[in-house]
């Protein structure tokens, strides 16, 4: 599914990865997705912090003389010093928070009274000893306490106590407490589940403000492509990209682009009248070696019927070859503005019988011939250049010969629709792919299925289409595989 490059998968893929615009974006969420991540773990941090100073300064306060009898009793371990640090450790645990010692021998002085937390939760002290003594296992709100001394363990009834040594005696006695944060830890929640409410708001308005900004500041490399969309052969001498408050990169690129125009618009130029002047010049040698040949098949009464043929050959060839070269001098021409015709009333059915004889001695398959019935009373005239007709219209046979299997007759077909003469060409060939179709009068283009067929230059189409729209009129082409195709000239019929 993947693989298919219409795929949906594949399209969104092609978006995010494949445009400049989709890879601008993916930098710049990313970036602030890490920026929000970081501020979101800096915020912690900081809370951490301030959570933990204020349960330390609080217990403090609540600790009072606990730390000096602690190092009184290090330094006289009496009984009677004994009693009174539980007594002060019973005075000062209160059931949210509640103090202990641990003896440099690891014994353990309790506060004594019903009411303090160690009663009430015996196994309390041993797990909170338990969790200082081995790794880190506290599961919930552990990110605010990692890195300290600090340890968060669960009571059995699912309260959370902060517990850590408070104070260290000299000869190694501990001050422990421990105390429920529940509270605060629910109020620190809380807290946090707004901030993220409004970071995911942030994030968003982010995201949103940074796709506009992207089409905002890549819109002058739109505007660019879509005048360099606009660059044809025919406009490439006064083609000039301008771009309204472009950054300097984009129109630096431009400005390369302006310089590849010129050059481009300089080659073509040359280009042009390189062919002009090459098929000028060739024409006129072509047309005097045509002439001696037929000279030479009038005059050749002892010439045997194979040397009759090669010299049929050869002017059949030095005819193709010249009406090549004229098909080039018409493109040269009309590119360079210097493309002329004279518009007439024209005989077009004179014109087509006067066509299909000259082909009649090129081909070696039937040419029919349909005219309408008022050409007996009349000519049927349209407005054109008899010469450029006749050019037209032998185009299109020769076409269609070259693309039909032997045999098989050419069709030309002349009618009347209202102000408007239809000439129809139509063969029996090979057919044009729909796909080609498009592009049938596209010079050197040639369909997929013409490369195995007779050779050609890729030009007769594209002379006839522009011949044809220089007579005001024009042409279009219907066609099935395997069966043939019709082409239609549409001109403007003579008032």
Not at 19 to 35: K, Y
Not at 80 to 104: K, T
Not at 346 to 364: F, I, N
Not at 414 to 423: G, M, Q
Request: charged residues 20%; proline residues 5%; contains cysteine.
């Amino acid at each position: 599914m993947d693989s298919k490059t219409g795929s949906p998968r594949h399209r969104w893929r092609q978006r995010l990865f494949g445009s400049l615009v989709g890879q601008l974006r993916l930098a710049a969420f990313t970036s602030v997705l890490l920026g929000f991540a970081a501020a979101a773990a800096f915020t912690l941090r900081i809370n951490q912090q301030g959570l933990l100073r204020q349960q330390g300064e609080a217990q403090r306060l609540a600790a009072g003389s606990l730390t000096a009898s602690l190092d009184q009793i290090g330094r006289d371990p009496s009984v009677a010093n004994a009693g009174v640090l539980r007594g002060e450790l019973a005075r000062r645990s209160v059931p949210e928070r509640f103090f202990w010692v641990q003896s440099s021998d690891g014994s353990l002085l309790l506060p004594r009274g019903a009411s303090s937390q160690a009663n009430a939760f015996p196994g309390l002290i041993a797990r909170t000893m338990a969790a200082h003594q081995g790794p880190w296992s506290g599961r919930s709100f552990s990110l605010l306490l990692i890195g300290t001394d600090h340890r968060l363990v669960k009571g059995p009834k699912g309260n959370s106590f902060l517990s850590h040594p408070l104070h260290r005696s000299p000869e190694g006695s501990r001050l422990w407490v421990a105390e429920d944060i529940s509270g605060h830890i629910a109020s620190l929640r809380t807290m946090l589940l707004g901030l993220a409410g409004a970071w995911a708001l942030c994030l968003g308005l982010t995201l949103v403000a940074i796709s506009l900004l992207t089409r905002l500041l890549l819109q002058p490399l739109r505007d660019l492509q879509h005048l360099a969309a606009g660059v044809t052969t025919e406009n490439l001498t006064i083609s000039h990209l301008t771009l309204d408050k472009a950054p300097l990169e984009v129109e630096e690129l431009a400005q390369s682009f302006h310089g590849l125009l010129h050059r481009l618009a300089l080659a073509w130029s040359q280009q042009r009248h390189f062919v002009g002047l090459v098929s000028h010049e060739l024409r006129n040698p072509l047309m005097i070696i045509g002439g001696y040949l037929r000279r030479l098949q009038r005059r050749g009464q002892n010439l045997d019927p194979e040397q009759m043929r090669a010299l049929a050959t050869t002017e059949a060839e030095t005819h193709r070859i010249t009406r090549m070269l004229n098909d080039l001098l018409d493109l040269s021409r009309s590119e360079s503005g210097q493309l002329q015709m004279v518009l007439t009333p024209v005989a077009v059915d004179e014109v087509l019988t006067t066509a299909c004889d000259l082909a009649r001695s090129q081909l070696s398959r039937p040419l029919q011939l349909t005219l309408p019935e008022e050409a007996a009373e009349g000519p049927i005239t349209a407005v054109a250049e008899t010469d450029r007709l006749q050019q037209v219209v032998l185009n299109l046979i020769e076409n269609a010969d070259k693309y039909s299997l032997p045999g098989r007759p050419i069709s030309l077909e002349l009618a009347r629709h209202d102000r408007e003469l239809c000439i129809s060409v139509r063969d029996q060939g090979i057919g044009i792919p729909p796909e080609d179709i498009p592009k049938v009068f596209d010079r050197f283009h040639r369909g997929r299925n013409a490369i195995e067929h007779e050779r050609g230059s890729g030009l007769g189409l594209s002379v006839v289409k522009l011949l044809v729209e220089a007579m005001g009129g024009s042409i279009d082409v219907e066609s099935e595989i395997a069966v043939g195709s019709r082409f239609h000239i549409h001109l403007p019929a003579a008032p």
